[in-house]
C-alpha cells in the first residue's frame, strides 16, 4: 500500500515537473523565441491602411446607428453620409488586392 502511494507521488511530482519545464527553463532562451520583430515599412504602412478602413467603417457605422436611433437628423445624415462613404470607399479600395501585371483591381466573385 505505501508502495503504491511512493510510485504514485513519483509520478505526480514527475507530471507536474513535466509540464513546468517550459516556466523553469532559462529566461533568455525563452525570451529569444517570444520576441517579436518590428515591422518594416510595407507591414507599417498596411497597418496603417487597414487601421484606416476600420475608423471609416466604424464612423459610417455609428452614424447608420445614430440615424436610425433618432439622434440624427435626415438632413444631418444626408450632410454627414456622403462624405463618411467616401472615405470609407477610399480605405476599402487601398485594401483590394491587385491582378498580377495588370493593375486592375480584381472583382470579387458575387
Same mark, same amino acid.
Given at each position: 500500500?505505501?508502495?503504491?502511494?511512493?510510485?504514485?507521488?513519483?509520478?505526480?511530482? /514527475?507530471?507536474?515537473?513535466?509540464?513546468?519545464?517550459?516556466?523553469?527553463? %532559462?529566461?533568455?532562451?525563452?525570451?529569444?523565441?517570444?520576441?517579436?520583430?518590428?515591422?518594416?515599412?510595407?507591414?507599417?504602412?498596411?497597418?496603417?491602411?487597414? %487601421?484606416?478602413?476600420?475608423?471609416?467603417?466604424?464612423?459610417?457605422?455609428?452614424?447608420?446607428?445614430?440615424?436610425?436611433?433618432?439622434?440624427?437628423?435626415?438632413?444631418?445624415?444626408? %450632410?454627414?453620409?456622403?462624405?463618411?462613404?467616401?472615405?470609407?470607399?477610399?480605405?476599402?479600395?487601398?485594401?483590394?488586392?491587385?491582378?498580377?501585371?495588370?493593375? /486592375?483591381?480584381?472583382?470579387?466573385?458575387?
Amino acid at each position: 500500500m505505501i508502495v503504491t502511494i511512493v510510485v504514485a507521488g513519483v509520478v505526480a511530482l /514527475a507530471c507536474v515537473l513535466f509540464v513546468a519545464r517550459p516556466f523553469l527553463a %532559462e529566461p533568455e532562451a525563452a525570451g529569444a523565441a517570444d520576441r517579436l520583430d518590428e515591422p518594416g515599412e510595407l507591414e507599417r504602412r498596411m497597418l496603417e491602411l487597414a %487601421e484606416e478602413r476600420d475608423r471609416a467603417l466604424a464612423a459610417l457605422k455609428e452614424l447608420e446607428f445614430d440615424h436610425r436611433t433618432g439622434k440624427v437628423s435626415d438632413e444631418d445624415y444626408r %450632410e454627414l453620409v456622403g462624405p463618411l462613404r467616401r472615405r470609407a470607399a477610399a480605405a476599402l479600395r487601398t485594401q483590394e488586392p491587385h491582378a498580377e501585371g495588370s493593375g /486592375a483591381p480584381v472583382r470579387a466573385r458575387r
